[in-house]
T-cell receptor
């Protein structure tokens, strides 16, 4: 159980285009999903917290107009990188929170999306 | 300030050489401590959750323990396939999770 999928796994795009990444919880409902960015040989950097039916909460320094997040259902959140530039090239990972009751939650991660902007 | 520190940064072991990874934390109100394994180019894979001091969990060659200040991930008789980066994270509140920078484990045959 507790499987999270991400699509696409890899995307190459031209500078100036927009890219959408999907994150789905396959066997549980996730009221909260998280979006991370990971640079080579570094740990995860939280970009934003996505709550179903409400606006995402962005971490300091993350441009909300550049990284659009939509959490339209209890199993799907999307991250759109708008007007992508080479510096946006990175490994993007989503996670979904499985609430097990009593505040005992676990994050399950997707396999990640490698974005390369030419 | 809430903080998670993992040590060592990197660890090289011979196959069969047992060792431990450390995750020390300072958070106000720990709701859970998590261990993940991450292989290159992949998302983190969930291993364990620990909720209270004294708790232990095991899975194959891995055993996680928790005290009020730190957690250890013990690896018994590791194999080359255990090579990966191991991440520790703590949940400090409903939506606040803090990650350590990870320990990169390399097990040589």
């Amino acid at each position: 159980g507790a499987v999270v999928s991400q699509h696409p796994s890899r995307v190459i795009c031209k500078s100036g285009t927009s890219v959408k990444i999907e994150c789905r919880s396959l066997d549980f409902q996730a009221t909260t999903m998280f979006w991370y960015r990971q640079f080579p040989k570094q740990s995860l950097m939280l970009m934003a917290t996505s709550n179903e039916g409400s606006k995402a909460t962005y971490e300091q320094g993350v441009e909300k107009d550049k990284f659009l997040i939509n959490h339209a259902s209890l199993t799907l959140s999307t991250l759109t990188v708008t007007s992508a530039h080479p510096e946006d090239s990175s490994f993007y990972i989503c996670s979904a929170r499985e609430a097990s009751g009593g505040g005992r939650d676990t994050q399950y991660f997707g396999p990640g999306t490698r974005l390369t902007v030419l | 300030e809430d903080q998670v520190t993992q040590s060592p940064e990197a660890l090289r072991l011979q196959e069969g050489e047992s060792s431990s990874l450390n995750c020390s934390y300072t958070v106000s109100g720990l709701r859970g401590l998590f261990w993940y394994r991450q292989d290159p180019g992949k998302g983190p894979e969930f291993l364990f959750t620990l909720y209270s001091a004294g708790e232990e969990k095991e899975k194959e060659r891995l055993k996680a323990t928790l005290t009020k200040k730190e957690s250890f991930l013990h690896i018994t008789a590791p194999k080359p396939e255990d090579s990966a980066t191991y991440l520790c994270a703590v949940q400090a509140s409903f939506n606040k999770f803090y990650f350590g920078s990870g320990t990169k484990l390399n097990v040589k045959p």
